[in-house]
């Protein structure tokens, strides 16, 4: 059990650590080392490539495939089994590169360890390889290190630390030698450095308390090792899979055993079975659902949202909730001064580092220039700095603290930059900012004298002022100011908001520069309050999802009121939604969690496990989840939800990895686009899977049936297989790429458990396929009956079946609207498919060649008239399904 390292002192910590403040001597720690192994993420077992390659074939449809292969080729129809043994390997290629690339997340988490660390061996500093650190090891960080194990902090100078890819906070975090209280959750335990997280400020010593897979990062690598479960598309294909190779099995049996008793030769009746397996195998189906969602991810591309596991997009469509991080996502992931206070409350405008902005007080504009109050507070915000402000190709970014970029961006949009810049000549004495002291002081020299400046926590620099500066005149300070100014604080803090209090006064040019003459008798100039604001296109985009029946639940690492206030904001917290924080999370049981899940908009100060929670509780209430993130604690999660959205800009390797997608622009807005297109994507498919499977159950009817009655099979293998792979497939890449509907998004998501082919779907089908194979097979009886010769009445049943589903592709573009109303410019695509199609089907009548592999014989124009007419049959019968709108009923607006 991991001892809970953060309610030791250093020294308790370093006695249970059997270490020192001058660390290991070389030879314990070379014994620690042999027995702890090194200080490295573990390397769970992956397969071999050959492995993946051969787990593609544990799926359903390529064993009943396989089957009509074997089927062929013990019948003797040789080109037949090689063509269908092209296929399985063509989709089983498909899915091994899409496996193969999502087994390197764990790479990713490798490279976020620093390769050298500083530690103390014997007293003496000396920099090894972080894979050698062990427990007991005194490590020695300073600005720019990355933590290379899990420690105690056991002395420090001004440590900063961002712990944002671990705990989803975007401040850096102040660390320090106190003991906290054991119930500190894991992103407020100030004591405590993590694995993979960056030090920004300061130095410091740490104890190593962890390393490898026992600390917390070596914790989320277990975690992200977790395999998804299968997508929905793919459980419901092999469902689908499964129910035809019974079918299959069961024709073939049944016209086995009755051409075997009626006499016919055993070979024989194999080449009728082996006809029967390839009719009714939808050999084209794999490849056009794949083409659709990889035609689908293309345009999702251009739309910023790159798709890394094909199956993803249907995800997405379906998706019921979007658990989203704050920061960075929902939030520009850049702190802004939203309220100063001088007494009275002066409101910021702007967004993010872009210094454009306004000041507001009551409604109306305000000149920071012309107001002495203001301008004296910003330009002590501007002094007590260590950061600047740059415009870079891509936009304003701040180099430096995020806090005090804040702070100068303010100045620069009160137009008080470039007057700090001209009028100070330079920095004096800095006292930098102390976890303990919780303020930080400077001194600026200029043409008047020394100019002293503060910033800090609220109480602290008030305990320092001794005067406050009131209408741009300075005062003594009274107890009612300091009353006043304490309210002020809670109630900005209470919005949310991040807060500083600011002061300063001028010294005489040859004044002492110690720290107790520097910061005594200070005038209080006011606070100011900072917030990550909230991205603008992610408000819209939020009231997309609700109206197409998606909720949005935010999931960050932030405090509780920050993460409220800007969910309200937002407009995710509305009235009846509730804000829990992690720990209240760690005291529920699952089901607990599972029954008040719905209620929940928020959840604040959470960790890798407890995100992990969130999702599977979403998903055993059933719920279709999709999780964005962009730090290393996002990982698992991602990994558990249905669908992992990542952060293209901001997010770290291991979230990309982790994801099933990634917003190149890191923009909210951008996933809205992608449901729209996930659903249009799913939407297709279903009409494709309804015209290929109406198309195959025609075929195999008129052979069943037509055998069943006596008559000679009517199609040969080798016909059927170009039926399926050929003129099939030309409509049905059409109709992959059908245009989304303008309701789309207006509709809720369809129930994630729905098949495929939904009960009015399926009757639609079964109602299409038997006017084919009635249709066909009255056309081959009545060749037959005129004394056509076997070749030529085949013929008619290979040209019948082509032209009802010319007809009926043309029907699938929509499953609810008539064919009269549908315009054909909408859809090129589809209308050169069956060019296409018919033109397959002439050149496999018409062709020397082809006539003698095909056994076709030429038509005549009675022949092409009759099956023209009777083809038209099939735009009869769907109208009728159409007007009761039974095809798409579960795709209604609920």
Same mark, same amino acid.
């Given at each position: 059990m991991t001892h809970p390292w953060h309610t030791l002192t250093a020294d308790e910590t370093l006695e249970r650590l059997s270490s020192s403040r001058d660390g290991l001597s070389s030879e314990e720690a070379a014994r620690r080392l042999s027995e702890q192994g090194?200080?490295?993420?573990?390397? %769970?077992?992956?397969?071999?490539?050959?492995?993946?390659? =051969?787990?593609?074939?544990?799926?359903?449809?390529?064993?009943?495939?396989?089957?009509? /292969? /074997?089927?062929s080729w013990i019948a003797g129809e040789t080109t037949n089994a090689y063509a269908i043994l092209g296929i399985i390997f063509f989709i089983s290629l498909v899915g091994f590169f899409q496996e193969y690339r999502a087994e390197r997340a764990m790479e990713a988490l490798r490279e976020m360890v620093a390769p050298e660390a500083n530690v103390l061996r014997s007293g003496k500093m000396t920099r090894i390889a972080v894979r050698d650190l062990v427990p007991g090891d005194v490590v020695y960080l300073e600005a720019g290190d990355k933590v290379p194990a899990d420690g105690r902090v056991i002395e420090e100078t001004s440590l900063q630390v961002v712990e944002s890819s671990l705990?989803?906070?975007?401040?850096?975090? *102040?660390?320090? /030698?106190a003991v906290v209280a054991e119930e500190t959750p894991l992103a407020d335990r100030t004591d405590m450095v993590y694995m993979g997280t960056i030090v920004v400020y300061g130095n410091g010593r740490a104890a190593v308390t962890a390393t490898g897979t026992r600390t917390e990062l070596g914790r989320i690598s277990g975690l992200v090792q977790r395999r998804p479960e299968e997508p929905p598309i793919k459980i419901k294909f092999q469902h689908l899979a499964k129910q035809l190779a019974v079918v299959v099995l069961a024709a073939c049996a049944i016209i086995f055993a009755v051409e075997v008793n009626r006499g016919a030769p055993v070979l024989d009746t194999l080449i009728i079975a082996a006809a029967l397996a390839v009719a009714a195998i939808p050999t084209a189906l794999p490849f056009i659902t794949t083409i659709t969602l990889a035609y689908g991810t293309q345009i999702? +591309?251009?739309?910023?949202?790159?798709?890394?596991?094909?199956?993803?997009?249907?995800?997405?469509?379906?998706?019921?909730?979007?658990?989203?991080?704050?920061?960075?996502?929902?939030? @520009?992931?850049?702190?802004?001064?939203?309220?100063?206070?001088?007494?009275?409350?002066?409101?910021?405008?702007?967004?993010?580092?872009?210094?454009?902005?306004? %000041?507001? @007080?009551? !409604?109306?504009?305000?000149?920071?220039?012309?107001?002495?109050?203001?301008?004296a507070l910003l330009v002590a915000g501007a002094l007590c700095n260590n950061s600047r402000l740059e415009e870079g190709s891509d936009g304003w970014n701040v180099i430096g603290d995020p806090t005090e970029g804040a702070l100068i961006v303010a100045a620069s949009k009160g137009e008080i930059l470039d007057y700090v810049e001209g009028w100070y000549l330079e920095e004096v004495v800095e006292f930098p900012f102390d976890s303990e002291m919780r303020r930080m002081t400077t001194v600026h020299r200029s043409s008047d004298g020394l100019t002293v400046s503060?910033? !800090? +926590?609220?109480?602290?620099?008030? /305990?320092?002022?001794?005067?406050?500066? @009131?209408? !741009?005149?300075?005062?003594?300070?009274?107890?009612?100011?300091?009353?006043?100014?304490?309210?002020?604080? *809670?109630?900005?803090? &209470?919005?949310?908001?991040?807060? =500083?209090?600011?002061?300063?006064?001028?010294? +005489?040019?040859?004044?002492?520069?110690g720290r107790d003459a520097v910061e005594a008798d200070l005038t209080f100039l006011g606070l100011v309050g900072m917030m990550d604001p909230p991205r603008e296109e992610a408000?819209?985009?939020?009231?997309?999802?609700?109206?197409?029946?998606?909720?949005?639940?935010?999931?960050?690492?932030?405090?509780? =009121?920050?993460?409220? +206030?800007?969910?309200?904001?937002? &407009?995710?917290?509305?009235?009846?939604?509730?804000?829990?924080?992690?720990?209240?999370?760690?005291?529920?049981?699952?089901?607990?969690?599972?029954?008040?899940?719905?209620?929940?908009?928020? %959840?604040?100060?959470?960790t890798a496990e407890q995100k992990v929670r969130i999702v599977e509780a979403l998903r055993r209430k059933g719920h279709i989840v999709a999780m964005t993130g962009d730090g290393v604690n996002d990982g698992p999660a991602l990994r558990s939800a249905d669908i992992g959205v990542a952060m293209g800009r901001t997010g770290t390797e291991v979230s990309k990895e982790a994801s099933d997608m990634v917003i190149a622009d890191d923009n909210f807005a951008t996933i809205v686009a992608a449901v729209e297109e996930g659903r249009r994507i799913y939407s297709n498919i279903r009409k494709a899977s309804s015209y290929l499977l109406s198309c195959n159950f025609a075929e195999v009817m008129t052979i069943f049936i037509g055998v069943m009655l006596g008559l000679p099979v009517p199609l040969i293998a080798l016909q059927i297989l170009w039926i399926n792979i050929v003129t099939d497939e030309f409509p049905a890449i059409g109709l992959a790429v059908e245009p989304a509907h303008s309701d789309l998004m207006k509709n809720k998501p369809r129930d994630p458990k729905e098949p495929i082919l939904t009960r009015g779907l399926f009757l639609y089908t079964l109602g299409i396929s038997t006017v084919i194979f009635i249709g066909t097979l009255g056309l081959y009886a009545n060749a037959l009956r005129g004394g056509a010769p076997l070749e030529e009445a085949r013929t008619t049943v290979f040209a019948s079946l082509v032209i009802f589903e010319i007809y009926n592709a043309y029907n699938s573009r929509s499953l609810h609207t008539s064919f009269f109303k549908m315009d054909? @410019?909408?859809? !090129?695509?589809?209308?050169?498919? =069956?060019?296409?199609?018919?033109?397959?089907?002439?050149?496999a009548i018409y062709h020397p060649w082809m006539q003698r592999l095909f056994e076709t014989a030429p038509l005549d124009a009675g022949s092409w008239a009759a099956i023209v007419v009777a083809a038209s049959a099939v735009v009869v019968v769907a109208e009728i399904f159409k007007r009761w709108e039974l095809p798409e009923r579960s795709g209604r607006p609920r």
């Open positions: 090194p200080n490295q993420l573990e390397e %769970f077992y992956k397969p071999s490539k050959l492995r993946v390659f =051969l787990r593609q074939f544990e799926n359903y449809l390529i064993i009943v495939l396989i089957f009509a /292969a /074997a089927v705990t989803g906070e975007s401040v850096p975090e *102040d660390k320090s /030698a999702m +591309a251009g739309k910023n949202a790159i798709i890394r596991r094909l199956p993803a997009v249907e995800t997405l469509g379906s998706t019921t909730v979007i658990c989203t991080d704050k920061t960075g996502t929902l939030t @520009r992931g850049e702190m802004m001064v939203r309220k100063i206070w001088t007494g009275r409350e002066v409101e910021v405008t702007g967004t993010g580092y872009d210094p454009a902005g306004t %000041f507001r @007080r009551e !409604g109306d504009d305000l000149n920071p220039s012309e107001d002495g109050h203001l301008s503060m910033k !800090g +926590a609220p109480e602290t620099v008030l /305990a320092f002022s001794t005067r406050i500066m @009131r209408d !741009g005149s300075e005062e003594p300070i009274t107890s009612e100011d300091l009353l006043r100014a304490s309210k002020a604080a *809670d109630e900005m803090a &209470g919005s949310g908001l991040r807060i =500083l209090a600011l002061a300063g006064k001028v010294m +005489a040019p040859g004044a002492p520069l408000k819209e985009a939020i009231k997309v999802c609700e109206k197409a029946g998606i909720r949005p639940v935010m999931i960050t690492g932030d405090h509780k =009121l920050t993460a409220s +206030a800007i969910g309200r904001e937002l &407009g995710i917290l509305n009235e009846g939604g509730r804000v829990l924080e992690g720990t209240e999370l760690d005291e529920m049981t699952a089901e607990e969690l599972a029954e008040m899940i719905e209620e929940v908009s928020i %959840f604040s100060r959470t054909p @410019r909408t859809n !090129g695509k589809l209308i050169l498919g =069956l060019i296409a199609s018919l033109g397959a089907l002439l050149v």
